[in-house]
Each structure stands twice: as structure tokens, then as C-alpha cells.
T-cell receptor, first 112, second 116 residues
Framework: DQQVKQNSPSLSVQEGRISILNCDYT??????FLWYKKYPAEGPTFLIS?????DKNEDGRFTVFLNKSAKHLSLHIVPSQPGDSAVYFC???????????FGTGTRLKVLA | ETGVTQTPRHLVMGMTNKKSLKCEQH?????MYWYKQSAKKPLELMFV???????ENNSVPSRFSPECPNSSHLFLHLHTLQPEDSALYLC???????????????FGPGTRLTVT
């Protein structure tokens, strides 16, 4: 039973446009959500996070939105750049534990 | 060295071999993790150490044996592995606060393991 799902395995976007990556979760107890970016032959790199008590967090070109009623979060990248081409993972924190539950990732390709 | 480092980056081993993966973190974190990433699967948490004490063991077969001699170093000892154990093994570290849980994790580049 996958508690964190990224239903789109891949996404292609034109340079300069908005990229929207989606993530759904099933456990309403998750208290902290994160997005990671992964380039080939490298480990995931932390990108941005959001607490479950907020609905939006912004950092430069990256904004994460959380819709608790829909158990859905999304990552917006505006404007998209070719260097953003990578695999993006969302992850959810199990409260009071060391555990993060990861999605399977979405491969983003930004076309120049 | 900065961040989280892992050695070796690539490893090919036979099913009867014994090898070890090494991880070192230079971030002053108090928790370290081993994850397994197989193709088209989510990252699977294998082990967690907090202040050198194992706090999570996610039903991992005994052919994987972790060791955490201090808060900066983590090892994964491998013996009599199976071909299905071929995967990317990632080490991560984070800060952990009692009552608040773990903060964001910082990952190493991984070891690509192939079992023949």
C-alpha cells in the first residue's frame, strides 16, 4: 500500500513556462512534506518543504502548495529552466519518528 | 569534504562475496539512514541510527548488517547477497529532535550495487 503517490512518471515543459508536479497521500497524520530533486548519478537534494499547518511555501522559483482536504500537494516551478530537468520526489514525514515515506518520482524535462 | 559522502560509488560482487559500503556525514547531524532504491520503486528505508543507536530496522534480511561506530560514520556490511539486491544504496543524515521528528535529510551520491 503506497501512502505517497506520484501518478505522473514524466512531464515535459517548455523553457520559461510553469512546471507543476503533483503528489497525493493517504495518511492524514503526516505532518511535514518535502520535495527532493535528483540528477543522474547523484543522491536526492532537498528542495523545499511545507508543514501541515500551512498551505503554501515559496522559495524563489519554487512554490509548494498543500491541500489537506484533498490530501494533495504540488510543486510549481516558474519559470522552468533546462537545469531543472531531473527526477522530483515528494516525501511525507511520519510524526514523531525518523521515517519519511517517498513517492516514486516524476521525471521533469524542460525543453529549451 | 562537505555534505554526505559514500564509497564506493560502484560495486560489483558475486553472491558469495562479503563487502561493505561506507558513509560519512560532515554536517553534525545526529541521525543517519540507509535507503535502497530499486528501479521504478520508491526509496525504501532500511535502517536508521540515532546517536549511534539503531532505532529502525524495516524487516531487512540479515544478509544486510549495519554498523554505526560514531555519529559521523555508517557502514552497511553485505554478505551472500542475491541478484535481486542489485540497486542503488543511498545514505542520508538529518537532525532529529525528540518530540518533533526528523528534519530534512541530506543524501549521499549512492553506491550502485550489482550482484552477479
Amino acid at each position: 500500500d503506497q501512502q505517497v503517490k506520484q501518478n505522473s512518471p514524466s512531464l515535459s515543459v517548455q523553457e520559461g513556462r510553469i512546471s507543476i508536479l503533483n503528489c497525493d497521500y493517504t495518511n492524514s497524520m503526516f505532518d511535514y512534506f518535502l520535495w527532493y530533486k535528483k540528477y543522474p548519478a547523484e543522491g536526492p537534494t532537498f528542495l523545499i518543504s511545507i508543514s501541515s499547518i500551512k498551505d503554501k511555501n515559496e522559495d524563489g522559483r519554487f512554490t509548494v502548495f498543500l491541500n489537506k482536504s484533498a490530501k494533495h500537494l504540488s510543486l510549481h516551478i516558474v519559470p522552468s529552466q533546462p537545469g531543472d530537468s531531473a527526477v522530483y520526489f515528494c516525501a511525507a514525514s511520519v510524526p514523531g519518528t525518523y521515517k519519511y515515506i517517498f513517492g516514486t518520482g516524476t521525471r521533469l524535462k524542460v525543453l529549451a | 569534504e562537505t555534505g554526505v559522502t559514500q564509497t564506493p560509488r560502484h560495486l560489483v560482487m558475486g553472491m558469495t562475496n562479503k563487502k561493505s559500503l561506507k558513509c560519512e556525514q560532515h554536517l553534525g547531524h545526529n541521525a543517519m539512514y540507509w535507503y535502497k532504491q530499486s528501479a521504478k520503486k520508491p526509496l525504501e528505508l532500511m535502517f536508521v541510527y540515532s546517536l549511534e543507536e539503531r532505532v529502525e530496522n524495516n524487516s531487512v534480511p540479515s544478509r544486510f548488517s549495519p554498523e554505526c561506530p560514531n555519529s559521523s560514520h555508517l557502514f552497511l556490511h553485505l554478505h551472500t547477497l542475491q541478484p535481486e539486491d542489485s540497486a542503488l544504496y543511498l545514505c542520508a543524515s538529518s537532525q532529529y529532535a525528540v518530540g518533533q521528528g526528523a528534519y530534512e535529510q541530506y543524501f549521499g551520491p549512492g553506491t550502485r550495487l550489482t550482484v552477479t
